[in-house]
């Protein structure tokens, strides 16, 4: 069983920067894949980010690559998100998960654990 809360949502206006981060509770959280979901009023569950149980791989949804770095520490047992040059359109309730899938990571029915969601509203 894995708990994860996120935290570090908030209001930005567009071109700011935002770090979310996800705390784990457990002793097993290096042996999970990490990923970042958003989802906006109406819209699906869309990927954002994942990381390998490692560190060693990342993975971008194309509307966040090069503006976005995941990343984790597993002594810590926390994973970030970094969002710079934020747009109105990555407004969305940001929700941080875990899997031990061995790929598929943009898919979000692999992912075994969630959080509750942070919100991420960016203004223009």
């Known amino acids: 069983q894995v708990q994860l809360v996120e935290s570090g949502g908030g209001l930005v206006q567009a071109g700011g920067s935002l770090r979310l981060s996800c705390a784990a509770s457990g002793r097993t959280f290096s042996s999970y894949a990490m990923g970042w979901f958003r989802q906006a009023p109406g819209n699906e569950r869309d990927f954002v980010a994942a990381?390998?149980?490692?560190?060693?791989?990342?993975y971008y949804a194309d509307s966040v690559k090069g503006r976005s770095t995941i990343s984790r520490d597993n002594a810590k047992n926390t994973v970030y998100l970094q969002m710079n040059s934020l747009k109105p359109e990555d407004t969305a309730v940001y929700y941080c998960?875990?899997?031990?899938?061995?790929?598929?990571?943009?898919?979000?029915?692999?992912?075994?654990?969630w959080g509750q969601g942070t919100q991420v509203t960016v203004s223009s």
């Open positions: 990381i390998s149980w490692s560190g060693g791989n990342t």
């Open positions: 998960a875990a899997t031990r899938a061995q790929g598929g990571y943009n898919w979000y029915p692999n992912y075994a654990y």
